[in-house]
């Protein structure tokens, strides 16, 4: 990373498009000095002078990261959504709800979750190829841009992103899944890109109004399916998030779901949690296309074919994505800013490419 301002803005490239900025979730409540508003999502928007005549793509970052994720690497290059507008698509970014521009007071909000630090975070973004946090595949990672530990440039730049959630996932969950339904329904239908702990409210608001997702990918997401983290306050009691999922048969509370837990070597060491047969379908869900996307040296290799099994059982059009299996190598969580990310975007726009092509005929 450069050192210098002037040698970053210098060295940065110069492009034409439009863009601008707008909050969806403009829900007014009574503070200690008048009104504010609850829970807003920043979006900010960019389209080439002569946009494509597909879907616009929705990006929703992860954890307690930042719109930021998709619009610059941690390194400094253009980031996914400046890729997409180069190659004619237009591209809204989210801040989810009390994350970046999308403002956060525990008054209105309800009360922080701890800031994810680097003890939490090395395993997920940087894990060591040996030690307590490797995983069987760390020893293949070696697309990320920068050092390993804090003080280096690049790492540093990558934990001040990193921000608090809701303390709360359940609410977290419920209030990210309205704002996207908003944003859904003033641009979509949409191709949805979620990545990580932004997976569960991408899967809420996506359940809201599939009519408005033209497809979804699911990056490293949080899971695996019906996932309980007590010492983090997370339970996926409805499957992929903590808020209500759309069943039919219906279900008014998450207890009505009959699951099983079974050891299933073909699937990893992790045992798997699916409803019990006959399952109930998954009504929304299962009316649009989902990629399931999987980093070549990432922890959620472990269980991203859970997710797969849980979202087919439930009658939906998904499909595996591993990176390597298309050829892209090296890869671990933060698939969107590492030095390939303009490979890893390609296997999510060719894909998108063949699933349109396929409906069209």
Not at 18 to 33: A, H, K, N
Not at 42 to 66: I, K, S, T
Not at 67 to 81: E, K, M, V
Not at 193 to 220: C, M, Q, W, Y
Request: hydrophobic share 40%; aromatic share 6%; with cysteine.
């Amino acid at each position: 990373m450069e050192s210098s301002v002037e040698n970053i803005i210098a060295s940065a490239e110069v492009t034409t498009s439009r863009r601008g900025s707008f909050w969806v979730g403009l829900e007014p409540v009574s503070g200690p000095l008048g009104t504010v508003m609850r829970g807003p999502m920043f979006v900010e928007w960019e389209a080439p002078a002569e946009p494509q005549p597909d879907p616009p793509w929705v990006l929703v970052h992860g954890g307690g990261g930042q719109a930021i994720d998709y619009t610059i690497t941690f390194d400094g290059r253009p980031g996914w959504s400046r890729l997409l507008v180069e190659q004619g698509h237009t591209v809204f970014v989210v801040d989810r709800p009390g994350h970046g521009r999308s403002p956060h007071h525990p008054d209105v909000l309800g009360p922080m979750g701890p800031q994810l630090g680097f003890e939490f975070l090395r395993p997920i973004f940087v894990p060591p190829a040996e030690g307590p946090d490797s995983n069987p595949a760390a020893h293949l990672h070696t697309q990320w841009p920068g050092g390993r530990e804090p003080g280096d440039p690049v790492y540093d730049q990558c934990l001040c992103t990193s921000g608090p959630m809701l303390a709360d996932p359940s609410e977290m969950h419920a209030l990210e899944g309205r704002r996207l339904a908003e944003l859904l329904d003033l641009v979509g239908p949409a191709i949805v890109v979620t990545h990580s702990a932004g997976g569960p409210g991408t899967f809420a608001g996506a359940d809201a109004r599939p009519n408005k997702v033209a497809a979804l990918f699911a990056i490293e997401t949080l899971g695996p399916p019906f996932l309980k983290r007590p010492e983090m306050g997370m339970d996926l009691a409805w499957g992929v998030a903590s808020s209500p999922i759309t069943y039919d048969p219906g279900v008014t509370d998450p207890s009505e779901l009959d699951t099983v837990t079974d050891e299933r070597a073909d699937l990893g060491p992790i045992p798997i949690t699916l409803q019990r047969e006959p399952a109930r379908r998954l009504a929304h869900l299962s009316q649009f296309p989902i990629a399931v996307v999987t980093a070549e040296s990432s922890m959620f290799l472990g269980f991203d074919r859970h997710l797969v099994e849980f979202l087919a059982q439930g009658g939906c059009d998904v499909e595996l994505v591993r990176l390597a299996d298309h050829g892209v190598h090296g890869n671990g969580h933060m698939i969107m800013s590492e030095r390939n990310n303009a490979e890893t975007l390609r296997v999510l726009t060719d894909w998108a490419a063949r699933k349109a092509s396929l409906e069209r005929h």
